[in-house]
């Protein structure tokens, strides 16, 4: 099997690094894969860590009903996202020994409905070249002998050149003998992505681009066993993307009229009830009320009912949601005045 390696080469008439691939044992030729015209820098040339494109194929899953001796643990963590509407938040991790997940969760609240996740196995790994040209509209390519080995239907490849990135590409058939793979959609270029300086990267999603709905939780494995685990130190990310329009804490749950002072509301909104500080507004998307101070809650039925001041001044339904709006301190100076 031919292996190859990441290296780092700047380019001096760009001012900028590009990505360049080399056989195993082999430098590769000082030139830019942009434009062979332009001076490159060739004490810049730099082995990339962790590029090579050895054998990968471990973090395939394969099911079946096995019975697995060994031992089993538990962990947990905690992702915190941040930022506005469309923002996609990145949580890098690993594994520090070969692990086999039996049985993963990832659990999301009410307040997460209509933001996106995806988990990723060995993101953007490099597994070869192009050998051949590839082409706008194009949906299929032609590589070195490295990359059909760790490819699979439903895998996911991107393109690159160093200037242009063509992403989110799935692998639809797999020919190991002519080493050319299928993949949709077809490709958008404004120019041809060249032969060997054209990197073939891939991406093992567990979960890809999972909208997020009602409170629950995404499972993967489910307890079933045998196949290959993941190595040790194998990159994995959590991308979390925030598609909700605006910031909510919690949904109403009873339709509100003009001038009602509670609101039935999920169980989000319990981590909110620990001071009187807090400030809210009822809001639909279109409409929003009147700021509203917490004062109590009423949890001795099925439900959560809090208690705002003063009156709320617009009519809302089920399903509308909650936002918190401030933590406003309490005026010491004023206390006892009359």
Known sequence: MTIYYSWSLYCNTESCQHEV???????????????????????????????????????????????????????SHNFVAYGPQGNETIFPYHYNVNTSISLGEFIYLEDQEGDEVSIVIAPRTTVGVLVNPAKNGDVSITCSSTVAPHLFKHIYLTLTDGVTTTDELEVTSINPTTNVIT??????????????????????????????????????????????SIPANIPIEIRYKTNSCEPWIAKILNDVAIGDTQVTVSRTFEKYMTTKRNYFKLTNGTTTSNEL????FDDSGDNLVV????????????????????TKPICLACEGQT
């Open 293 to 296: 101070q917490f004062i109590n």
């Open 21 to 75: 691939a080399a056989i195993e044992g082999t430098t590769p030729p000082l030139v830019c894969p942009v434009n062979a015209a332009h001076e490159c820098n060739p004490d810049s040339l730099q082995l990339i860590p962790s590029s090579r494109t050895g054998d990968i194929t471990t973090v395939a899953i394969k099911q079946n009903d096995e019975t697995v001796d060994g031992r089993f643990v538990s962990f």
């Open 183 to 228: 993949f949709k959609p077809a490709l958008v270029l404004a120019s041809d992505l060249n032969a060997y300086t054209t990197l073939v990267k891939m991406s093992y999603y567990m979960v890809h681009k999972r909208i997020l709905g009602p409170a629950g939780q995404i499972e993967v494995g489910a307890t079933i066993l045998g196949g290959s």
């Open 307 to 326: 208690i705002f001041t003063p009156a709320i001044d617009s009519a809302f339904v089920t399903g509308d949601k909650i936002q918190k709006t401030a």
